[in-house]
């Protein structure tokens, strides 16, 4: 299995907190990504990295924020929880994304729930 | 904007059947394109990466094929299993990975 550690994996939070979600990696892959799981949804990008400060923004990107100042760690932010961001939030790494043989591999999961 | 849409959004079978997953997507602009299996409450576990250039891939009794100017994919199962039972989603990758809603599988013993 790929070396993917994500932490929390259950978490229960109030409503206005800010909330860290944390992604580790151990295979120093270069890219790193942020995904919400919701029912009707399916897996929804939220924020990705290529590097070592640089981030970009995916599909649903309002509320999040991330940084990535190692290569083996990407932080997922909420500044300011909402119900709304009640959701599993996956963490997903690969070694590049410009084809070849590069597979995605995922963590776990986290389970938010903003109260 | 890739967009990613899979039929049947749900499917129940006996075991041993063959089965065919479709995946199409609006832009063929892609690098590659992977399959996942997920169990519920679980992650994502990669089955199948084809890369643009090739037409199929084959892992056991799991077959994807790729259609990039089409804009198509398809995972053929053969002789199903219980244990084949999950949600199957694809995502082809053009710079980022992007999923479609998946297909959920149920096999009947």
């Known amino acids: 299995d790929a070396g993917i550690t994500q932490s929390p994996r259950h978490k229960v939070t109030e409503t206005g907190t800010p909330v860290t979600l944390r992604c580790h990696q151990t295979e120093n892959h270069r890219y790193m990504y942020w995904y919400r799981q919701d029912p009707g949804h399916g897996l929804r990008l939220i924020h990705y990295s290529y590097g070592v400060k640089d981030t970009d923004k995916g599909e649903v990107s309002d509320g999040y924020s991330v940084s990535r100042s190692k290569t083996e760690d990407f932080l997922l932010t909420l500044e300011s929880a909402t119900s709304s961001q009640t959701s599993v939030y996956f963490c997903a790494i690969s070694e590049s994304a410009r084809g070849g043989n590069t597979e995605a591999f995922f963590g776990q999961g986290t389970r938010l729930t903003v109260v | 904007k890739q967009e990613v849409t899979q039929i049947p959004a749900a499917l129940s079978v006996p075991e041993g059947e063959n089965l065919v997953l479709n995946c199409s997507f609006t832009?063929?602009?892609?690098?590659?394109l992977q399959w996942f299996r997920q169990d519920p409450g679980k992650g994502l576990t990669s089955l199948l990466l084809i890369q643009s250039s090739q037409r199929e891939q084959t892992s056991g009794r799991l077959n994807a094929s790729l259609d990039k100017s089409s804009g198509r994919s398809t995972l053929y199962i053969a002789a199903s299993q219980p244990g084949d039972s999950a949600t199957y989603l694809c995502?082809?990758?053009?710079?980022?990975?992007?999923f479609g809603q998946g297909t959920e599988l149920s096999v009947k013993p």
């Open positions: 832009d063929s602009a892609i690098y590659n």
């Open positions: 995502a082809p990758e053009g710079g980022k990975l992007i």
